[in-house]
């Protein structure tokens, strides 16, 4: 096989994968709904991998400056507080976001 047919059988088994693991959900739809496993994860990932998205950023963060993740964990604590009590995305993650900067601007 020549060198631009190796590339097109590449890029058309990469768009045919592709393409499955995105249809895959949709056309088993109605089955994945009467699965108790997949109501468990559908309830359960999203929190999961919030959580670890968070703990991956706010560590590299952390890491990145060196010291103790102050700002860090203030942000954290704020986003959590004001969607505890408020409920309001928006405004808890712009919240989170301007404790982190004014934190880490001012201990820089």
């Known amino acids: 096989m020549n060198d631009y047919g190796y590339l097109f059988a590449t890029f058309f088994a990469m768009m ?5 693991e995105r249809a895959l959900p949709f056309a088993a739809g109605e089955w994945l709904q009467k699965q ?6 559908g309830k359960f990932l999203p929190l999961a991998i919030m959580f ?9 963060a952390a890491l990145a400056h060196g010291g103790l993740p102050i700002p860090e964990l203030a942000a954290i604590v704020a986003t959590l ?7 309001n995305a928006l405004l808890s993650i712009f919240t989170g ?12």
């Open 16 to 20: 045919i994968i592709s393409f499955g």
């Open 36 to 41: 108790k496993w997949a109501i468990v994860l």
């Open 97 to 108: 976001t301007l404790v982190y900067v004014v934190l880490f601007n001012s201990m820089s």
């Open 81 to 87: 507080v004001l969607q505890w009590f408020w409920k």
């Open 52 to 60: 670890l998205l968070v703990l991956h950023s706010s560590t590299g």
